[in-house]
């Protein structure tokens, strides 16, 4: 089979249309051939050796190293080639100038029939020897998604080839976060077995790894309780030094260290610089020796926290909080200075990150080389960013982003749902920001992670890789680079649908129920599983329809996977049928609860015997979901492939109630499980949609938009949300039958100001005058919680006396970052149901 380079989203190629002759760089007998100067950083041997074996995974050989004139690839690295290499690159068309101005850039192109890869430094060019791995067909998941590349018999490339990248955002990575069920007990369970609590440098040489093959340069290691401090792993930072992954520490993690697990109260006395000012400046002296001068790079976090992301020791009134972090702030820049070297060239942050936001905003002094890091939510929306003023500064701005997260209102830790479209949508806004220093998503497991974490880094890398009307077909594309083109276009509407399905609840949240409660009034503070907002009976059926939408994506996800390569069931297993059945298992075994429990309504009525078979049916479908999650989970950790990842998914993180057995009236055995799903269980009736008179539309569905209106692919429940400039607006044409009141909901992206404004929008019904509505909300008040459980903001309008006839709706931002969804008109304002009954 041939391969050729061609321009896809994932690699940023051109081209040249007009070239014919092909350049053979693997003829089927020979082993592909290479040659690289001795004088080249570490990161560039530990990219060839990949490649090496990249090369023996698709054509059965390994590369081996040639005379730099008879390879049939050339690598040079510009920083540590002489004068004359870079003149001759240079005459021959090197772009040497742009590639060394690009952050980790590289060059790929055909010059005397030679490959030739060149790296502005060493992250740049071990990114350009990875990329022949791409060109090649090899997945960034090769392995730790299990995506075995297809053989080839021929590895071709235009002879007028060429491609110059280079990073869209100086520092892009991972914070390995929430790690206690997933990639802990793996590591120390299953791939390396160790002490508990360790993950070992081989997990972490696996996880730099990962982040070469997808051009991220970062990370904040593991730092739970319970896990032990990345510097305490012996080798773990000189395996990071080898990738060029730079060292970083989470917000509440001063200067590298770890202080969960390094701050011994015992022999250090409390964590409190107003009292034991000296022996905090010790412990944070002793791991600035222990890291200067180290090859992969440090990021330094200043200011300071509590032991365990609590807030500042020995501090009460804001004043007290306020002086004492502007102290600690200057004391670090005299460490850093003197330990490790001018400070103007460290990479260093300030998280401004729950109250240490508002002691900021009071004023406080951060030197301006420091990088300003912007958090999220923690449910994936943008809460602040650079002002015009911060945007000048030397130290830019960082995002510290969610794909997981433990709190309230609830974690999500099992599975990573998150919309892509929200990911896009706010990064972008991040990225206009001037926001492009640091770029960190959180993720407990960066195999679960999976496609939300490759397009996060693929944007940091490339902001323009995608756009909000290609978010789908990104998405798509990396289906087909996973699985086959054939699979990949049959799998993406279903995988579409899941994406919708998990934006209109995510499958943690499927319990309707908090953590981190009053825990006299609840158990560890976790309150119980309790009956959903879907309707059994409303707009034909809402939770059947929910229901019956999961089976048919599980269906085609079955289907689909008869045409997916044998050595890519595994792979297939992982990213897509697991998520895809386990999460559908489980909103069955939520629902089927639910139903069951509703026709336990202790009637004495003629129903009562009717009602029990409803009941024992309804259990039935809920025990066999649940022992379905369970299935699938011990073949995840047990079988696939061949027992590689056990340890490794947790079905019931942090052991809360939603993932629990499910709550029923009564219990059924095996067997009478079986029974009642043959007399029952085989109603096979679809419930579509009826709209009981009400008049509901997606917002992409508007009769005109002001310019700068951008529907946005794979947001909100109707996966096309349209986000709005400032004064931009949308218009609606609608016809009523009758006249009478009604009420009109709209649905919006629960966004953040993220300007420390207000976010704002108005609704007006035939040019009357219109309701203004604020979105804003405090931070962890409850309907911020329901917002982002639901994914959605509500607000209504009454229409009182509507008349019959032709009516016009206009929807218009009067601040930035409103982004609308969904609307309804509806004549019973008391109606209870969770969706908007929309296709």
């Given at each position: 089979?041939?391969?050729?380079?061609?321009?896809?989203?994932?690699?940023?190629?051109?081209?040249?249309?007009?070239?014919?002759?092909?350049?053979?760089?693997?003829?089927g007998?020979?082993?592909?051939?290479?040659?690289?100067?001795?004088?080249?950083?570490?990161?560039?041997?530990?990219?060839?050796?990949?490649?090496?074996?990249d090369?023996?995974?698709?054509?059965?050989?390994?590369?081996?190293?040639?005379?730099?004139?008879?390879?049939?690839?050339?690598?040079?690295?510009?920083d540590?080639?002489?004068?004359?290499?870079r003149k001759?690159?240079?005459d021959?068309?090197?772009?040497?100038?742009?590639?060394?101005?690009k952050?980790?850039?590289?060059?790929?192109?055909?010059?005397?029939?030679?490959?030739?890869?060149?790296?502005?430094?060493?992250?740049?060019t071990?990114?350009g020897?990875?990329?022949?791995?791409?060109?090649?067909?090899?997945?960034?998941?090769?392995?730790?998604?299990?995506?075995?590349?297809?053989h080839?018999?021929r590895?071709?490339?235009?002879?007028?080839?060429?491609?110059?990248q280079?990073?869209?955002?100086?520092?892009?990575?991972?914070?390995?976060?929430?790690?206690?069920?997933?990639?802990?007990?793996?590591?120390?369970?299953?791939?390396?077995?160790?002490?508990?609590?360790?993950?070992?440098?081989?997990?972490?040489?696996?996880i730099?790894?990962?982040?070469?093959?997808?051009?991220?340069?970062?990370?904040?290691?593991g730092m739970?309780?319970?896990?032990?401090?990345?510097?305490?792993i012996?080798?773990?930072?000189?395996?990071?030094?080898?990738?060029?992954?730079?060292?970083?520490t989470?917000?509440?993690?001063?200067?590298?260290?770890?202080?969960?697990?390094?701050?011994?109260?015992?022999?250090?006395?409390?964590?409190?610089?107003?009292?034991?000012?000296?022996?905090?400046?010790?412990?944070?002296?002793?791991?600035?020796?222990?890291?200067?001068?180290?090859?992969?790079?440090?990021?330094?976090?200043?200011?300071?926290?509590?032991?365990?992301?609590?807030?500042?020791?020995?501090v009460?009134?804001?004043?007290?909080?306020?002086?004492?972090?502007?102290?600690?702030?200057?004391?670090?820049?005299?460490?850093?200075?003197k330990?490790?070297g001018?400070?103007?060239?460290?990479?260093?942050?300030?998280?401004?990150?729950?109250?240490?936001?508002?002691?900021?905003?009071?004023?406080?002094?951060?030197?301006?080389?420091v990088?300003l890091?912007?958090?999220?939510?923690?449910?994936?929306?943008?809460?602040?960013?650079?002002?015009?003023?911060?945007?000048k500064?030397?130290?830019g701005?960082?995002?510290y982003?969610?794909?997981s997260?433990?709190?309230?209102?609830?974690?999500?830790?099992?599975?990573?749902t998150?919309?892509?479209?929200?990911?896009?949508?706010?990064?972008?806004?991040a990225?206009?920001?001037?926001?492009?220093k640091?770029?960190?998503?959180?993720?407990?497991?960066p195999?679960?992670?999976?496609?939300?974490l490759?397009?996060?880094?693929?944007?940091a890398?490339?902001?323009?890789?995608?756009?909000?009307?290609?978010?789908?077909?990104?998405?798509?594309?990396?289906?087909?680079?996973?699985?086959?083109?054939?699979a990949?276009?049959r799998?993406?509407?279903?995988?579409?649908?899941?994406?919708?399905?998990?934006?209109?609840?995510?499958?943690e949240?499927?319990?309707?129920?908090?953590?981190e409660?009053?825990?006299?009034?609840?158990?560890?503070?976790?309150?119980?599983?309790?009956?959903?907002?879907?309707?059994?009976?409303?707009?034909?059926?809402?939770?059947?329809?929910?229901?019956?939408?999961?089976?048919?994506?599980?269906?085609?996800?079955?289907?689909?996977?008869?045409?997916?390569?044998p050595?890519?069931?595994?792979a297939?297993?992982?990213?897509?049928?697991?998520?895809?059945?386990?999460?559908?298992?489980?909103?069955?075994?939520?629902?089927?609860?639910?139903?069951?429990?509703?026709?336990?309504?202790?009637?004495?009525?003629?129903?009562?015997?009717?009602?029990?078979?409803?009941?024992?049916?309804?259990?039935?479908?809920?025990?066999?979901?649940y022992?379905?999650?369970?299935?699938?989970?011990?073949?995840?950790?047990?079988?696939?492939?061949?027992?590689?990842w056990?340890?490794?998914?947790?079905?019931?993180?942090?052991?809360?109630?939603?993932?629990?057995a499910?709550?029923?009236?009564?219990?059924?055995?095996?067997?009478?499980?079986a029974?009642?799903?043959?007399?029952?269980?085989?109603?096979?009736?679809?419930?579509?949609?009826?709209?009981?008179?009400?008049?509901?539309?997606?917002?992409?569905?508007?009769?005109?938009?002001?310019?700068?209106?951008?529907?946005?692919?794979m947001?909100?429940?109707?996966?096309?949300?349209?986000?709005?400039?400032?004064?931009?607006?949308?218009?609606?044409?609608?016809?009523?039958?009758?006249?009478?009141?009604?009420?009109?909901?709209?649905?919006?992206?629960?966004?953040?100001?993220?300007?420390?404004?207000?976010?704002?929008?108005?609704?007006?019904?035939?040019?009357?005058?219109?309701?203004?509505f604020?979105?804003?909300e405090?931070?962890?008040?409850?309907?911020?919680?329901?917002?982002?459980?639901?994914?959605?903001?509500?607000?209504?309008?009454e229409?009182?006396?509507?008349?019959?006839?032709?009516?016009?709706?206009?929807?218009?931002?009067?601040t930035?970052?409103?982004?609308v969804?969904?609307?309804?008109?509806?004549?019973?304002?008391d109606?209870?149901?969770?969706?908007?009954?929309?296709?």
């Amino acid at each position: 089979m041939i391969i050729r380079a061609v321009a896809m989203v994932f690699a940023a190629v051109q081209v040249d249309a007009s070239s014919a002759k092909d350049v053979v760089w693997f003829d089927g007998e020979s082993p592909v051939t290479y040659s690289l100067p001795k004088k080249s950083d570490l990161v560039v041997f530990t990219a060839v050796n990949m490649f090496v074996s990249d090369m023996e995974a698709v054509t059965g050989m390994k590369a081996e190293a040639s005379a730099e004139k008879k390879a049939k690839i050339r690598i040079v690295e510009l920083d540590k080639a002489a004068s004359g290499v870079r003149k001759r690159l240079s005459d021959a068309g090197v772009p040497v100038a742009d590639i060394e101005r690009k952050n980790d850039g590289f060059h790929i192109s055909v010059i005397d029939g030679q490959i030739t890869v060149v790296g502005g430094n060493g992250r740049g060019t071990a990114y350009g020897i990875l990329e022949l791995s791409r060109m090649a067909g090899v997945s960034p998941w090769i392995w730790w998604g299990d995506v075995v590349p297809e053989h080839r018999k021929r590895l071709v490339v235009d002879s007028g080839f060429s491609t110059t990248q280079g990073a869209s955002v100086e520092y892009r990575g991972i914070f390995l976060n929430d790690e206690d069920w997933t990639t802990r007990p793996w590591s120390y369970g299953t791939y390396e077995p160790g002490k508990f609590g360790e993950i070992g440098p081989k997990t972490y040489k696996r996880i730099f790894q990962l982040l070469l093959r997808m051009r991220a340069n970062a990370i904040w290691p593991g730092m739970h309780t319970g896990t032990t401090a990345f510097f305490k792993i012996a080798g773990a930072k000189a395996m990071a030094d080898s990738c060029g992954i730079v060292i970083g520490t989470s917000h509440c993690e001063p200067l590298l260290r770890n202080n969960v697990d390094e701050w011994d109260a015992k022999k250090r006395g409390a964590f409190n610089y107003i009292s034991n000012r000296q022996a905090v400046q010790d412990y944070w002296i002793e791991r600035l020796k222990e890291v200067k001068g180290s090859q992969g790079g440090n990021m330094f976090t200043i200011g300071m926290r509590g032991i365990h992301d609590g807030s500042m020791e020995g501090v009460k009134t804001m004043k007290e909080k306020f002086d004492a972090l502007q102290t600690v702030i200057d004391d670090q820049q005299d460490l850093l200075d003197k330990y490790i070297g001018s400070l103007s060239k460290q990479i260093q942050v300030f998280v401004p990150y729950k109250e240490v936001l508002q002691i900021y905003e009071k004023g406080l002094k951060v030197p301006e080389y420091v990088t300003l890091m912007w958090c999220d939510d923690n449910y994936g929306y943008m809460t602040r960013l650079s002002n015009a003023e911060e945007q000048k500064r030397s130290g830019g701005g960082g995002v510290y982003y969610h794909l997981s997260y433990w709190g309230r209102p609830h974690d999500y830790m099992w599975l990573a749902t998150t919309q892509p479209g929200l990911i896009y949508n706010e990064m972008r806004a991040a990225y206009d920001h001037n926001v492009r220093k640091i770029w960190i998503v959180n993720v407990h497991d960066p195999k679960v992670a999976g496609y939300d974490l490759e397009l996060f880094l693929d944007m940091a890398w490339n902001i323009n890789c995608v756009s909000a009307s290609t978010v789908g077909e990104h998405y798509k594309a990396w289906l087909c680079r996973q699985f086959g083109t054939d699979a990949g276009m049959r799998l993406f509407p279903a995988m579409h649908e899941f994406y919708r399905l998990c934006g209109e609840r995510r499958p943690e949240f499927m319990g309707w129920s908090q953590v981190e409660l009053d825990k006299k009034t609840y158990n560890r503070g976790l309150s119980p599983v309790s009956n959903t907002q879907f309707s059994i009976s409303e707009f034909g059926g809402e939770l059947d329809r929910y229901l019956e939408r999961y089976a048919e994506v599980g269906r085609v996800v079955k289907e689909v996977e008869a045409v997916i390569r044998p050595e890519l069931r595994d792979a297939y297993f992982a990213a897509i049928k697991y998520p895809v059945l386990a999460a559908g298992a489980h909103a069955e075994k939520i629902l089927e609860a639910q139903r069951a429990r509703s026709f336990a309504n202790g009637s004495t009525l003629k129903d009562m015997f009717e009602n029990n078979g409803r009941i024992y049916t309804a259990c039935a479908k809920s025990q066999r979901a649940y022992q379905e999650i369970r299935r699938l989970t011990e073949f995840y950790n047990e079988k696939m492939s061949s027992g590689k990842w056990r340890r490794s998914m947790n079905m019931r993180p942090r052991d809360l109630p939603v993932f629990g057995a499910p709550s029923l009236p009564t219990l059924l055995s095996d067997t009478e499980v079986a029974e009642w799903l043959d007399k029952g269980g085989k109603d096979n009736r679809r419930h579509d949609i009826d709209t009981d008179g009400c008049i509901v539309r997606n917002a992409v569905e508007y009769h005109s938009a002001t310019p700068g209106a951008e529907a946005v692919q794979m947001l909100g429940h109707s996966m096309n949300a349209v986000a709005l400039p400032e004064k931009g607006e949308l218009t609606y044409n609608f016809t009523t039958e009758k006249d009478g009141n009604a009420v009109l909901r709209i649905a919006l992206i629960p966004t953040q100001p993220n300007d420390k404004g207000d976010l704002r929008f108005s609704v007006s019904v035939d040019n009357e005058t219109g309701e203004s509505f604020s979105l804003k909300e405090p931070f962890r008040s409850e309907r911020w919680k329901q917002n982002v459980l639901r994914g959605q903001a509500l607000r209504e309008v009454e229409l009182k006396g509507l008349k019959a006839g032709n009516h016009v709706l206009r929807i218009k931002a009067e601040t930035p970052h409103i982004i609308v969804d969904q609307w309804m008109i509806d004549n019973k304002p008391d109606r209870k149901f969770y969706l908007f009954p929309v296709n």
